[in-house]
């Protein structure tokens, strides 16, 4: 872990850097211009799949696994800034994402990073279907609830989502000032 004065910071990817929902409201209005689209201010479900019929289920994971649709997707607003200023104002901040379940998630989340950031931060990006494993002291993601094989040591800073609003927790938007997480 990172030194006592120098905190580890783990930011998600998907909906806290890119905005994850956007790339898929693209590809289902083009592909399916007929159904509706559940907009992001009115989702109520992490998984995107619980905020549609279950008839489109299958629809929804083809989208999410075609090859490219990762490397498609845009930064939210003020991602970008906002991420750097938390890797000079804190220093030790690693991206750790969550890889979906197909051949294509890791490699083009590293391009993505490596386009984005630069090859430095994909490098030290962290992918990991248990993030509970991971030394940290600080986890900033729009999952409202984490769970894994252990008790996480990070703290799990919420970042703000309409699906996760329910949730009473500390909350992070890239319009916070920094000091938002108390180091």
């Given amino acids: 872990m990172a030194h006592e004065n120098h905190p580890l910071i783990l930011v998600d990817l998907d909906m806290v850097i890119t905005d994850f929902h956007g790339g898929f409201e693209s590809v289902w209005t083009r592909k399916?211009?007929?159904?509706?689209?559940?907009?992001?201010?009115?989702?109520?479900?992490?998984?995107?799949?619980?905020?549609?019929?279950?008839?489109?289920?299958?629809?929804?994971?083809?989208?999410?696994n075609?090859?490219?649709?990762?490397?498609?997707?845009?930064?939210?607003?003020?991602?970008?800034d906002g991420f750097r200023t938390l890797v000079e104002t804190y220093q030790h901040v690693r991206i750790c994402t969550t890889s979906l379940k197909n051949q294509?998630?890791?490699?083009?989340k590293w391009q993505w990073v490596s386009t984005v950031f630069g090859r430095k931060h994909a490098e030290e990006m962290i992918v990991c279907n248990d993030k509970t494993l991971i030394k940290a002291?600080?986890?900033?993601?729009?999952?409202?609830?984490?769970?894994?094989?252990?008790v996480p040591e990070w703290e799990h800073i919420l970042f703000d989502q309409p699906y996760n609003r329910d949730v009473q927790q500390k909350r992070f938007t890239w319009g916070d000032n920094c000091d938002v997480l108390y180091v």
């Fill in 104 to 108: 294509y998630s890791s490699g083009e």
């Fill in 32 to 64: 399916f211009p007929d159904r509706k689209v559940v907009p992001l201010s009115e989702r109520k479900s992490f998984y995107l799949t619980k905020d549609y019929a279950p008839e489109y289920t299958g629809d929804i994971e083809e989208i999410l």
């Fill in 66 to 80: 075609a090859e490219h649709f990762l490397l498609g997707l845009e930064p939210l607003p003020g991602a970008v």
């Fill in 137 to 150: 002291t600080y986890l900033i993601d729009d999952r409202p609830s984490i769970r894994g094989l252990v």
